[in-house]
């Protein structure tokens, strides 16, 4: 069975200061890995996937998150924090199957 | 610009009264799905569908939820009776595997909320 651990409910950064945000999965198989943002009062939006091939993939509004197999990890990751950057974070795994496993969620905010 | 589109963005009932959510998935799309977002249990996927036959509805109560594809263009979830426990922020997400991109890519709504009194 499949499942996402995603590690802290809520994350605190400074404006400008090295956004992290943790998820770590479980998959008896290869995943597809996702990471989901949510602004408030609004739907899910993509903020970027890994299938296969590079390992480092980029998404939208300059994050990033790195698949790493061995550490069944993979981290969402922004250099510098923007305001605008405060929402709700979910990782999401799925393989095989149309069906995605979300995490519960890590709520960022970004104090100036 | 290509979006899920849900009515009523907002719904205030009274226990015992149907509810009826809509959703309309991107022209195109032959997959859609139907999650329920709670502070307490976060998203749970209730049903989804592919070219309009229900696939999976493990997740939904089967005694007052029903969810059903009339045509390609509309979606529906319905509860008859809703309970106060039904409160929550439901949401439609619409995918193909013919778009181009991973088909577990899903494209979200903007949700419906759901406060039954």
């Known amino acids: 069975a499949q499942s996402v651990t995603q590690l802290g409910s809520h994350v605190s950064v400074s404006e400008g200061a090295l956004v992290l945000l943790r998820c770590n999965y479980s998959?008896?198989?290869?995943?597809?890995l996702f990471w989901y943002v949510q602004y408030p009062n609004q739907g899910l939006q993509l903020l970027l996937k890994?299938?296969?091939?590079?390992?480092l993939v980029k998404g939208i509004n300059g994050f990033e998150a790195e698949f790493k197999k061995s550490e069944t990890s993979f981290h969402l990751t922004k250099p510098s924090a923007h305001m605008s950057d405060a929402a709700e974070y979910f990782c999401?795994?799925?393989?095989?199957?149309?069906?995605?496993?979300f995490g519960t969620g890590t709520r960022l905010q970004v104090f100036p | 610009d290509a979006r899920v589109t849900q009515t009523p963005r907002h719904k205030v009932t009274e226990m015992g009264q149907e509810v009826t959510m809509r959703c309309q998935p991107i022209?195109?799309?032959?997959?859609v799905f139907w999650y329920r977002q709670t502070m307490m249990q976060g998203l749970e996927l209730l049903a989804y569908?592919?070219?309009?036959?229900?696939?999976?509805d493990s997740g939904m109560p089967k005694d007052r939820f029903s969810a059903e594809m009339p045509d390609a263009t509309l979606a529906t979830l319905k509860i008859q009776p809703s309970e106060p426990r039904d409160s929550a922020v439901y949401f439609c997400?619409?995918?193909?595997?013919?778009?181009?991109?991973?088909?577990?890519?899903?494209?979200f709504g903007p949700g419906t909320r759901l406060t039954v009194l």
């Open positions: 890994y299938t296969t091939g590079a390992t």
């Open positions: 997400a619409s995918g193909s595997p013919t778009s181009g991109s991973s088909y577990n890519e899903q494209f």
């Open positions: 998959s008896s198989v290869p995943p597809y």
């Open positions: 999401a795994v799925s393989r095989n199957t149309d069906k995605l496993i």
């Open positions: 022209l195109g799309h032959n997959t």
């Open positions: 569908f592919r070219n309009r036959a229900p696939l999976d």
